[in-house]
Structure formats: C-alpha cells, structure tokens
C-alpha cells in the first residue's frame, strides 16, 4: 500500500508542487574543480526528471567524493558522463527539448524559424517508454508478429498550435518515465558501469579511467544505441569482468579495451569485436603459461 501510495504521490507532483523543490546539494567535500561539472549535472537532472531523480546523481558522485585513486578530473568525468547516461535520450526527452528551444525563441525576432523534425524510433523503444504493466503485454504481441524492430518515424514539431500542443503532452509524460521498462534498464547499467570503476580502482586502478570513458560508447537511440550497449556489455563481460575477477590474467586492462573499441563495428553480429575480445584473451592466458613455466 505504501509503495503504491508512493507511486500516485510521485504522478500527482506536478499539482502538489514537490517537484519544484530546490536543487539537492553538492556532495560534502566536493572539489572546488568539479562543483560546476556536478551543478550542471544536477540541474540537467531536475529539467529532465526532477529533484528526487538530480538527489539520486548526488548520491552516485558521493560514492567517489575522497576516494583512493579518484582525481578531480576522474570525479569530473565521471559526474559529466553519469548526467549524460541519466538523460538518456527518449522520445519524451526530445519533446522536452524541443519545447524548451522553442519557449526560449519566443517573442525573439532573431530565432529561427520552427522546424519539424522526424525521427526514427525502433517500436519496443516507443513502447518501452511506458509504464511496464502497460508496455508488457504489447511488446509481446509485438515479437509474436515479428514487428519488435519495426521503424517508426516520430515528428516533432512547433510550426503549429497542435504541434506545440503535442509537444506538451509528450513532455508531460515524464512522470510515467521512471516506471518504465526502459529506466529499469537504463538504472541497472549505470549501477554496473559504476561497479566496475569501483572494482576498477580495487583491483587495477591504472584502468579505471579507460572504465569511466565506457560510457561514451553508449549514446542515442534506435539501432546505434541498441548497437553501442552490446558492444559495452562484451567488453565488460569479456575483458573487465574476469580479469577483476581473477580468472583472466590482463596486465594491461587499459590497452585490452581501447584495443576491443577500436575493432567494435556497426555489426549487429558483433563479428570483429568478438575475434578481437578472444584473441586478446588468448595472448593474456598464454603470456601467464609462459611466466608460469
């Protein structure tokens, strides 16, 4: 009862006015040399998803505020990149940024003039927007007809008073955002991509910085996003993962995966980057056999 009693409280913000709740603050003992990279962070978050969501960014850049092997501009990259990856790009976010454009150009005789915009969407990308007892039982009539992966052209537009009007709802359906299953999702990579700097810094801190700049593989929507995420997870689970874990004997874990993202392809197959993570595993097991002898 609470949970749900929490969920309609968190819809109903708009009206209540919790939303418009000050910034959180900055993490205590924030460098002076990240705390504009961490306030533009939060207030790219509160724009996008509001207070409580900006709080939950301060909460992650905490973790890594004095840490052994954390510079001010490791903690830079990681609070600019973290904001990035928590304003994921949905079709809800480019309404919002469409409408912010054209609410700043009004009255002003120097903006250009409205565009429309048309986008390609993949359909279990619009859909995963929704709610996920929404969402669910249509994505999976959408896989039973084979149409999971069809395109969809979006348009975004504020050449009229419906495009405007349009903009509006769609930008409004923020608040549905974070039961959706695609900010579950977006919730667990950023979780994992934070792990395994945390690990990173543990068990080879040469390579944590090479582990903070994964995130810049992942980018967008449709296909490229799509793309970019599972070349990020081959990397981390074939290269980051087991040598953290002991059982793949990388010296140079840094060189591993710039090596692995220069073979990434646009391939769905991920052909070359699989070869490229394999033979990169053979030549670390066999150094190890030859010191071992």
Request: one cysteine or more; aromatic letters at 8%.
């Amino acid at each position: 009862m609470g949970s749900f009693l929490s969920s309609i409280r968190y819809l109903l913000a708009d009206f209540i006015g919790e939303e418009d709740a000050a910034p959180p603050f900055l993490p205590e003992g924030l460098p002076e040399a990240v705390v504009s990279e961490v306030s533009d962070g939060i207030h790219l978050l509160m724009d996008y998803q509001g207070s409580s969501y900006a709080q939950l960014y301060v909460d992650r850049v905490r973790r890594f505020v004095g840490r052994r092997g954390v510079d001010d501009n490791m903690l830079g990259e990681i609070a600019r990149l973290m904001a990035l990856r928590m304003s994921y790009e949905d079709p809800i976010r480019i309404a919002q940024q469409k409408l912010a454009e054209f609410e700043r150009a009004a009255g002003d005789p120097r903006a250009p003039s409205a565009e429309i915009m048309r986008l390609k969407f993949r359909l279990d990308e619009l859909i995963g927007a929704l709610p996920t007892a929404v969402a669910q039982p249509v994505l999976d009539v959408l896989e039973w007809i084979g149409w999971t992966h069809r395109p969809v052209a979006i348009r975004f537009s504020t050449k009229t008073p419906w495009g405007v009007r349009r903009l509006r709802i769609e930008a409004s359906l923020r608040r549905w955002r974070r039961f959706s299953g695609r900010f579950k999702n977006e919730h667990a990579w950023v979780e994992r991509w934070l792990h395994m700097i945390s690990r990173s810094l543990e068990k080879q801190p040469r390579a944590a910085s090479a582990i903070v700049q994964t995130a810049t593989m992942i980018k967008g929507y449709g296909d490229p996003y799509r793309q970019g995420l599972a070349d990020w997870h081959a990397i981390i689970n074939g290269l980051a993962k087991p040598t953290f874990d002991g059982v793949l004997p990388l010296a140079d874990l840094a060189g591993a995966i710039a090596e692995a993202r220069a073979a990434a392809m646009p391939d769905p197959r991920q052909v070359a980057l699989k070869r490229c993570i394999a033979e990169i595993r053979t030549r670390a097991l066999a150094s190890a056999n030859v010191a071992a002898e």
